[in-house]
């Protein structure tokens, strides 16, 4: 059975730093590419970074230069290290894997979500 | 950047057909992937690459895609059906390469 458990949020003030992990399980993670989706309070979803198999990374202008992705393929975990955070950045945090098929790009398992709220 | 929009809103009543819609320059000629999210809950993936569903996913949950706007059908709906449906296509032009819909609130009522 997939799974992936996210870890690592909690309260932060703005301008300081938070790193979530993402625990996985039953499948081969070095053979997937890893995502962190974001869903702010009553809001809809939205993709915040990638990581490839070979370790390539993208993000949104909205996060490009403050967060990080990484993965450790003998640990099957992922994160994601948030500098220099916002009251923009508060929402529940999930990890995703991702599934390419014939052109089709897409997210095939979720964690649960972590929250992560930025506030004085 | 490419823009999904979905209505905010569908109400069905049980045993009837939902459609859920998501407009899009030119989606027709894209991949396009829809999410339930019930409340609390993570989103799960019911609909990929246009016709496919993963395993335990209903038939009564299918998609068509055409010109501008792609629809998520979903047949015979169950009270267990309500929830949040966000569609999602890949676009490498975009700065979010992975572009999600704003999302529907299906109400079963």
């Known amino acids: 059975e997939v799974q992936l458990v996210e870890s690592g949020g909690g309260l932060v003030q703005p301008g300081g730093s938070l790193r979530l992990s993402c625990a996985t399980s039953g499948f081969t993670f070095s053979s997937y590419d890893l995502h962190w989706v974001r869903q702010a309070p009553g809001k809809g979803l939205e993709w915040v970074s990638v990581i490839g198999t070979a370790g390539d990374t993208y993000y949104p202008d909205s996060v490009k230069g403050r967060f990080t992705i990484s993965r450790e393929n003998a640990k099957n975990s992922l994160y994601l290290q948030m500098n220099s955070l916002r009251a923009g950045d508060t929402a529940v945090y999930y990890c995703?894997?991702?599934?390419?098929?014939?052109?089709?790009?897409?997210?095939?398992?979720w964690g649960q979500g972590i929250l992560v709220t930025v506030s004085s | 950047s490419y823009v999904l929009t979905q209505p905010p809103s569908v109400s069905v009543a049980p045993g009837q057909t939902a459609r859920i819609t998501c407009g899009g320059n030119?989606?027709?000629?894209?991949?396009v992937h829809w999410y339930q999210q019930k409340p609390g809950q993570a989103p799960v993936l019911v609909v990929y690459?246009?016709?496919d569903r993963p395993s335990g996913i209903p038939e009564r949950f299918s998609d068509s895609s055409s010109g501008n706007t792609a629809t998520l059908t979903i047949s015979r709906v169950e009270v267990g059906d309500e929830a949040d449906y966000y569609c999602?296509?890949?676009?490498?032009?975009?700065?979010?390469?992975?572009?999600f819909g704003g999302g529907t609130k299906l109400s079963v009522l």
């Open positions: 995703a894997r991702g599934f390419m098929v014939a052109g089709a790009n897409f997210f095939d398992y």
């Open positions: 999602q296509v890949w676009d490498s032009g975009s700065d979010h390469l992975w572009v």
């Open positions: 690459d246009d016709r």
């Open positions: 030119n989606i027709g000629s894209k991949s």
